[in-house]
């Protein structure tokens, strides 16, 4: 069965930190993968996402993700948090069985 | 152009009762999928409908059910209420049965069951 394991619930960084939240999937044929963030307060809105091609996606508000098929993985990347960063944020997979799985969430506060 | 609309946004509902979700999707959109959303958890996933047909299911009990009308509208109905079930239900709808562009996201409903 399709799943989706994000490593980490809670992260706390403070501003002009890095940021890697891991996201790992389970599903055997092709994927497209997807990266949702929820602000306090706010419906899910799309960050990135990843069809095929280059690996590497480049979202809104400087996120970047890294599609690694060996390691059927997908991390978010920030280089530099903002406080307006602090948010929930949610990995997803969708394949050819017409569903979009989502993992748990890790919740990001960014202290300033 | 108009986003995905859920109603009620809150409900508040007693152990047993039945409850109806509405969802209208964004014009065009003719996926609608439901997911419930509780802390620790995630998001869930309930149901897909695409052009009125429900082309997958989640690992919910039978109380759980849904439908979409001729317009793409769709409902879910939760019958037989548990506590467990208090929830934030969100509905997302997608242009296209294959998710290629992603879904876009109501605001939920907030439902409490007491």
């Known amino acids: 069965a399709q799943s989706v394991s994000q490593h980490n619930h809670h992260v706390i960084l403070s501003e002009a930190a890095s940021l890697e939240l891991g996201c790992n999937y389970s599903?055997?044929?092709?994927?497209?993968l997807f990266w949702y963030v929820q602000y306090p307060g706010q419906h899910l809105q799309l960050l990135l996402k990843?069809?095929?091609?280059?690996?590497l996606v480049k979202g809104i508000k400087g996120f970047e993700a890294e599609f690694i098929k060996s390691k059927f993985s997908f991390n978010l990347r920030k280089p530099s948090v903002q406080w307006s960063d602090t948010a929930e944020y949610f990995c997803?997979?969708?394949?050819?069985?017409?569903?979009?799985?989502f993992g748990a969430g890790t919740r990001l506060t960014v202290k300033p | 152009k108009a986003g995905v609309t859920q109603t009620p946004r809150y409900l508040i509902k007693t152990r047993g009762q039945q409850v109806t979700l509405s969802c209208s999707p964004i014009s065009g959109h003719r996926s609608v999928s439901w997911y419930q959303q509780t802390p620790g958890q995630g998001l869930q996933f309930l149901f897909e409908y695409f052009s009125e047909t429900q082309r997958n299911k989640g690992n919910f009990p039978g109380r759980f059910s849904g439908r979409q009308f001729s317009n793409s509208r769709s409902e879910m109905n939760v019958s037989t209420l548990e506590l467990g079930d208090s929830a934030l239900y969100l509905c997302a709808s997608s242009l296209d049965r294959t998710f290629d562009y992603g879904y876009t996201f109501g605001s939920g409903t907030r439902l409490t069951v007491v």
């Open positions: 997803a997979v969708s394949g050819n069985n017409n569903d979009m799985r």
């Open positions: 990843y069809f095929s091609g280059d690996p």
């Open positions: 599903y055997g044929g092709t994927v497209n």
